[in-house]
């Protein structure tokens, strides 16, 4: 039996009612906050997701595991006020890629214990995503390997959901998990044909697997509608050109799954919900947003008190750890400068946790104490929020401008995503 949100979520898209669902992608937490406050306003579901690299048995890049990162959110529900029975907790790409350097039977046992991990905490919606090669792997990994060892990980989530009725997404995008690095062109839509033969090969993989009756809930596919971001481009979405694989979605008996749509245009957004790609997923473009609104109090701070540190102690910081952004930015020293901090990829996010980041932000926000923000000056480096300031439905201080800058994101998505709110140009 498939999960009832999901179930009506096909059931409607199959009769011509399409909506869809946001899949916050991030461990930042007042993107976090954000995401529930506006929930709680909204009345509707809000699904928050952990990705493999961010968050696993061994901590992730977050240092956080499943049952940690399920806290850390149910924490924030309570502070919002957001009802917890509302909120779904997914895995994102869960799968041997953060172990894809060791031999593929030793990935795949870490790739278990993860899944058990995130199956245990609670997490319900699990992307299972084997596609990866690992170091004695063939290449290019066959479909059928790939299906084997995600069904043999649904398996093991299925043994460890503690009776929970587990939603599963499959497939992957092109190109792999993290995105695209550099300047991306027009990229090729998943042939109908692709996203048919991945769906017969897991579905045969899980009954080899004993386990055929859980593929029925096998609710996405993750696919490749033609939508991407570089360092400083995005590809925006072409309706046409995804004509054909969207008309192929209702035989397969689910919705598709969208990665990468960060940056999009409403109208591209609302498209993509219309055309079948139902789950939205969002990630860089929150916390570049936050970046924004950050910088931007830096610069209302040297213009009221004569000080900015902000950003050229977040320079200082990326330069004396660049591990997280040496191997993804290229060019002169200038550009590999300009992608540090503003590059689409957003790869600064990686830095916000850090205690020095967190120093930074404690002494940007105590400068202003309880003093009003000018109006103008919000309008001057704040814009994205400034309607709101301006109507007097956000009050200007520090915090609630920071939210209302991602929500400001949220609110494009929310409008796609409900068919009540969507309208042809947005």
Not at 209 to 222: K, S, W
Request: proline share 6%; aromatic share 8%.
């Amino acid at each position: 039996m498939r999960d009832p949100f999901f179930a009506q979520l096909i059931a409607d898209h199959d009769a011509g009612a399409p909506r869809g669902l946001v899949s916050v992608c991030s461990a930042h937490p007042l993107v976090i906050e954000a995401a529930l406050s506006y929930g709680r306003q909204s009345d509707g579901p809000v699904l928050i997701e952990a990705t493999c690299n961010q968050v696993n048995q061994d901590g992730g890049y977050t240092g956080m595991t499943p049952a940690d990162f399920r806290d850390f959110v149910l924490a924030i529900a309570e502070q919002t006020g957001f009802d917890s029975k509302k909120l779904i907790l997914g895995g994102d790409h869960l799968g041997p890629n953060p172990w894809r350097d060791l031999p593929a039977h030793q990935a795949m046992e870490k790739a278990q214990a993860m899944i058990a991990a995130y199956a245990e905490a609670g997490f319900s919606k699990i992307h299972l995503d084997a596609s990866m090669e690992c170091a004695d792997d063939a290449s290019p990994l066959p479909g059928p390997t790939i299906a084997a060892r995600a069904a043999a990980l649904a398996a093991t989530a299925e043994r460890h959901g503690n009776g929970q009725i587990l939603s599963y997404v499959i497939g992957t995008e092109v190109p792999v998990p993290g995105g695209a690095t550099g300047h991306v062109a027009d990229l090729e839509v998943t042939a109908p044909t692709d996203a048919a033969q991945t769906v017969a090969e897991h579905r045969e993989a899980f009954a080899q697997a004993g386990i055929g009756e859980v593929f029925e809930r096998v609710v996405g596919l993750v696919v490749q509608p033609g939508v991407e971001f570089g360092h400083e481009n995005v590809v925006l979405y072409d309706r046409e050109a995804a004509r054909d694989l969207s008309a192929a979605r209702k035989p397969l008996g689910m919705v598709f799954e969208a990665h990468s749509t960060d940056y999009q245009t409403c109208e591209g957004l609302a498209g993509l919900v219309e055309d079948g790609f139902a789950i939205l997923k969002v990630g860089p473009w929150l916390t570049f947003a936050l970046r924004e609104a950050l910088y931007g109090l830096d610069l209302i701070a040297q213009e009221m008190f004569g000080q900015s540190s902000l950003r050229s102690g977040m320079e200082a910081l990326m330069n004396s750890e660049p591990s997280h952004w040496q191997r993804y930015y290229h060019g002169d020293a200038t550009a590999q400068r300009i992608q540090r901090h503003y590059s689409y990829s957003d790869r600064i996010r990686y830095y916000w946790a850090k205690p020095e980041a967190q120093q930074l932000l404690d002494e940007l926000l105590a400068r202003f104490g309880e003093q009003p923000i000018p109006e103008t000056l919000i309008s001057q480096y704040l814009s994205p929020v400034w309607p709101a300031v301006a109507a007097g439905k956000v009050p200007t201080s520090r915090r609630e401008l920071l939210l209302h800058a991602v929500k400001v994101v949220l609110m494009k998505y929310a409008s796609a995503v409900r068919a009540d709110t969507r309208t042809a140009a947005l």
